[in-house]
């Protein structure tokens, strides 16, 4: 939970987009573009899970803390007029790869403890309630995942 509290919640937007208006001079139907691209980059959450599959968690976490640095400095550079006024395209460009970062630290954050789980268990079907949702996963017989932590050895 302690990564996810620094993760940059994209819910946040109507705090400082008011100030992203009047610094940057945009209209609401320019806002509403941002903040299209803020649900674009949020719920675009593809690569993470790929880079999950084949690295370990702190890789992931990185590349998410990296995103997540870059993309929300820059919006604050071009608020505070630390640099030239970007193009909207860039602008929503930052705040995409920004709130994807999202993604990143969900995805390192939650879904390895829930593999790793599941592959203690040593059960072909887990129940897990996630949220208010029950998800059933079904997992062949696969080898653990390696992330470099330490394996549980059976007996």
């Known amino acids: 939970m302690l990564i996810l509290s620094a993760a940059g919640a994209t819910y ?44 370990p968690p702190w890789v992931v976490l990185s590349i998410g803390a990296v995103l997540n640095f870059f993309g929300y400095f820059m919006i604050w550079m071009s608020v505070t007029k630390k640099v030239s006024t970007p193009k909207v395209w860039l602008m929503c460009l930052y705040i995409c790869i920004g709130a994807n970062s999202q993604s990143f630290a969900n995805t390192g954050a939650l879904v390895t403890p829930k593999i790793w789980l599941m592959w203690l268990l040593n059960d072909r079907f887990v129940v897990m309630r996630c949220s208010s949702l029950v998800q059933l996963h079904c997992l062949p017989n696969r080898e653990p995942p390696d992330d470099g932590m330490p394996l549980k050895t059976q007996e």
Request: proline share 0%.
């Open 12 to 55: 946040m937007f109507g705090l400082y987009s008011s100030d992203i208006k009047t610094s940057l001079g945009y209209d609401q139907t320019t806002l509403n573009q941002l903040s299209f691209f803020k649900d674009l980059g949020s719920n675009v959450g593809i690569l993470s899970g790929l880079i999950n599959e084949i690295s």
